[in-house]
């Protein structure tokens, strides 16, 4: 079975074959369940004119907001992007294009991508900013705006444990846009806290199956949190 | 008196029945689940994947894994289940979660509603707004019912651009309840000590007040 070992054993792996001007879907919401070290990794590796499909962009210095210190990223797609300062600076100065999705069009944008669903309708948005150029049809007496499914050259995706083939458990609300993600790259790297054998994860509690999944690699994880509430 | 942010949520609350789903948004909404009435079950929602949101984690329970849709450190309550983004939206948009609140910079008499951008300001995105104004059909909007100048926010028409066309039925300012029927407000009760010409002087908008407008009682 060893064509299915997705294992490998370096960031440069997981990555390899990365290039300027791709498309990258990244899951995690806020700093919770993102592929840190994979971000990391493409900071490394310096690819240049990155699309990044993720609902947010990170904060700075830590996530996503790591690529935009070296200019990485032409275009984000996200639902919100307000924890970041230096991207807010690239945005006023024009060195930065950013597609404001509502999030739940853009978890759909990411599910029917990695579906093969091309196009789906959805009330949201319609009548706002997020509509103009899109086409409009009535269902059921409500407006309804034609949105385009989203893929990606690469998938990046933080699980919790995954087994040689590919199969991946997600950790508590560290799950959020990762396994949307992972079906929807030409090449799903996902990095996780633990690699099981084959068999130890039960069949029934995967969330995402191998067959989305082409690299698996062992990381370490800083997880910073970014509302650190408590009750007394 | 204007009602303060505590006797929004206080206010809210006794919209709540036993047995709902309810998500609630970031700043007063979030206040809400303070002030579920005695002998009501209610399960929050929260986009990010999370159904039965429970309080704020001790020290020992803090878990990175763990956050609401304001990014907060949270814990599920007993019964709660966690699911993925495309999840979360297909309860949201699929018209399952029975009460949503949030707030809102303007709405209308048309029921629009504007949320998430000043233009010319600092533009951070919608977050799931969008998703829930267009797929809840119970919706509260909480908001100040004029800026600090005195500029009205129930307007004719929005200024800003719109988080949502046609969607808001119920709004609840520190001033006044207010419902949206057919192209007008509608005066349904007032805030302690606030009198019915000052709500009236504060709207831009068409709003009908019947000849008795109840106060609200705390």
């Known amino acids: 079975m ?3 070992n997705k294992v490998v054993n370096s960031y440069e792996e997981a990555m390899a074959g990365l290039e300027d001007g791709m498309t990258v879907v990244a899951g995690g919401f806020g700093l919770c369940g993102i592929p840190e070290n994979l971000i990391n990794q493409i900071k490394t590796m ?3 004119d990155l699309t990044i499909v993720s609902n947010n962009c990170g904060v700075d210095g830590f996530g996503l907001g790591v690529l935009l210190e070296d200019r990485q990223v032409k275009k984000m797609v ?5 924890e970041n300062a230096l991207f807010m600076q690239q945005l006023l ?6 597609v404001l999705t509502p999030q739940g069009t853009l978890a759909e944008k990411m599910r029917a991508g990695g579906a093969g669903i091309p196009a789906f309708f959805t009330a949201t948005g319609y009548g706002t900013p997020v509509a103009e150029g899109k086409e409009v049809r009535e269902f059921n007496g409500r407006k309804c705006i034609l949105e385009e499914s989203i893929t990606g050259d690469f998938a990046i995706v933080k699980g919790w444990k995954a087994d040689r083939y590919g199969n991946v458990i997600y950790r508590h609300t560290a799950q959020n846009f990762n396994p949307m993600a992972a079906t929807a790259g030409k090449i799903t790297v996902v990095e996780v806290e633990e690699i099981v054998e084959p068999g ?5 509690h995967i969330h995402t199956p191998g067959i989305y999944v082409n690299r698996v690699i062992l990381g370490t994880f800083e997880k910073r949190i970014e509302q650190r509430t408590v009750r007394k | 008196m204007a009602l303060t942010r505590e006797q929004i949520a206080i206010r809210v609350a006794r919209e709540l029945k036993d047995g709902y789903y309810v998500n609630l948004g970031i700043g007063i909404p979030t206040l809400v689940a303070n002030y579920v009435p005695e002998g009501i ?6 986009e990010n994947g999370l159904l039965g949101m429970g309080p704020f984690p001790t020290e020992d329970e803090i878990d990175a894994d763990m956050i609401n849709a304001g990014k907060q450190t949270v814990t599920a309550a007993t019964g709660a289940s966690i699911f993925s983004s495309a999840e979360s939206f297909a309860m949201i948009r699929g018209g399952h979660v029975d ?10 008499i048309e029921g629009n509603i504007a949320s998430y951008m000043i233009p010319g300001k600092l533009i951070k995105g919608m977050g799931g707004a969008m998703d829930l104004v267009a797929g809840a059909d119970n919706i509260i909007v909480t908001m100040t019912h004029a800026s600090k100048h005195g500029e009205s926010k129930l307007l004719t028409k929005c200024t800003l651009p719109l988080t949502g066309a046609g969607c808001i039925k119920k709004v609840l ?10 192209g007008t407000f509608i005066l349904k009760e007032r805030a302690p000590g606030v009198s019915v010409e000052e709500i009236v002087s504060k709207t831009e908008g068409k709003m009908i007040v019947p000849d008795h407008v109840p106060e609200m009682v705390f």
Not at chain 1, 93 to 98: F, P, T
Not at chain 1, 200 to 204: G, H, I, N, Q, S
Not at chain 2, 41 to 46: F, N
């Open chain 1, 2 to 4: 060893a064509g299915f």
């Open chain 1, 46 to 48: 310096g690819t240049k």
């Open chain 1, 78 to 82: 996200s639902s919100y992007v307000g």
């Open chain 1, 93 to 98: 100065a024009g060195e930065l294009e950013v």
């Open chain 1, 200 to 204: 130890e994860l039960d069949p029934a």
């Open chain 2, 41 to 46: 079950d209610v399960m929050l929602q929260s």
């Open chain 2, 99 to 108: 009460l949503t609140v949030l707030g809102a910079f303007e709405v209308d």
């Open chain 2, 173 to 182: 300012t520190d001033l006044a309840f207010i419902e949206i029927e057919n």
